[in-house]
């Protein structure tokens, strides 16, 4: 499947890409080139339901191949059960012996998008008032196009970098359901992507609403999902005589002692240099607050301050929330069964067997069964906060956005960094990009990226990998 598409793109000759846009043209010439690649990225679909990775990894193959990738550089890999979900590994070599690989990580699909929901189509890039629009253009096809971007740009400066630079686009990160490739390659092709780290999306910046930056993170660990299903029974009978024994009030009763459970606050480096740094920057209660509870875990007073922001309580902690809920079989009978969905978001160092124990005992009530749902994931290991990383993301940070702190984070969501870590590449989500205080519409309507942030980023990864590349 791969290389019957790969030739058929290969075919077209890349006829179809052009800038597009008579904004391109106040763009660098390499800058233009750049858009093209992230034009075809957002306007190729590679939504579960209706796209193709598949098509995408060979689109971004054959702009590869054509700027003198071999094809011992170049791999592609699929399994038959999902034909559709393919990726790309290619490899630029390094001149050194010594030097171990880095990684470039990016997974191709994208959230599923409705036309008839968004004010613009989703699958078309759109340039309006310096935003891009497009299903993807900040999830996380921006970063997708600045690595293949930059690799082509690579070839063609006859760049000799020290260390062996791999990028590595897959599928599968958005749904569960999908063929994931990046657990495939950390299972079956470990050799392939060996490297002493790896850089992936969930950093980034905020800027006001005026556009200037205000902070830059980076990623450095994130919260692992686990799914209970929780669930009650009971004999039933006719609906025209109940009885207080019901299996929807069990449950009803067991989800609101899960939604009032706190788990334990818990702090690791990345969360306490979190609280410390970005607290240094507030001159406000909250600010107070995060330095206080980086110095003592223990300030209760710290802690009722900070989770009154609900993105500072989940960063630390544990968290489980009801998502989804079913129950009964005939609406004239007393129901046998019921049940809902838990889904919660493990603490890095905490494990399925703990969290289930602490929700079982804040439920109190042995008739309310938990039951782990696959996957289960290893415990979570967060990378370290390893200076050989983390100072090179600050020393062209200064030059990018000089006075802007950057501050590690750890992320409440996942990503495709939970497969890496256990099979020994410490992955790190990236700087650079940027959006305002509404957000970027990720996972949501009208997603987007202004024009500034695609390009500055683009631009800080670029030189990023380069410092990274020219170090033994």
Known sequence: MLKRVLAAVLAMGLAGSSAGSAAAQDLRPDQVKFREIYKELVETNTSLSAGSCTVAAAKMGARLKAAGYTDAQLTYFSVPSHPKEGGLVAIYPGTSKTARPMLLLGHLDVVEAKRADWTRDPFQFIEEGGVYYGRGT??????????????????????????????????????LEAFNGADYLAKNKRDLIDAAFALNEGGGGRADKDGKVQSQGVQV??????QFRMETTNPGGHSSVPIRDNAIYQLAQGLLKVRDYDFPLQLNDTTRAFFAKAGAGRADETGRAMVAISKDPNDHAAEAVLNRDRGFHSMLRTTCVATLLDG??????LPQRAGANINCRMFPGSTMEDTKAKLEAAI?????????????????????????????????????FPGVPLVPTMSTGASDAIYLSPVGIPTYGVPGFYSTPEGSGAHGLNEHMSVKSAMLGRDYLTELVRTYADEE
């Not at 009964?328 to 009978?333: D, L, T």
Request: contains cysteine.
């Open 221 to 226: 660990g994130e919260k692992v999902v686990q």
């Open 328 to 333: 009964g079989h005939a609406e004239n009978a």
């Open 364 to 400: 109190g009530d042995p008739g309310v069964k938990l039951i782990p749902l696959q996957p289960i994931r290893a415990k979570p290991t967060p990378p370290p906060l390893d200076p050989k990383v983390i100072g090179p993301m600050e020393k062209v940070a200064a030059k990018y």
């Open 138 to 175: 900040s999830d996380m096809k921006v970063i997708d196009a600045t690595w293949v971007d930059m690799l082509i740009r690579f070839k063609g400066e006859h760049y000799q970098p020290k260390r062996t630079i791999k990028l590595a686009l897959t599928c599968g990160e958005e749904t």
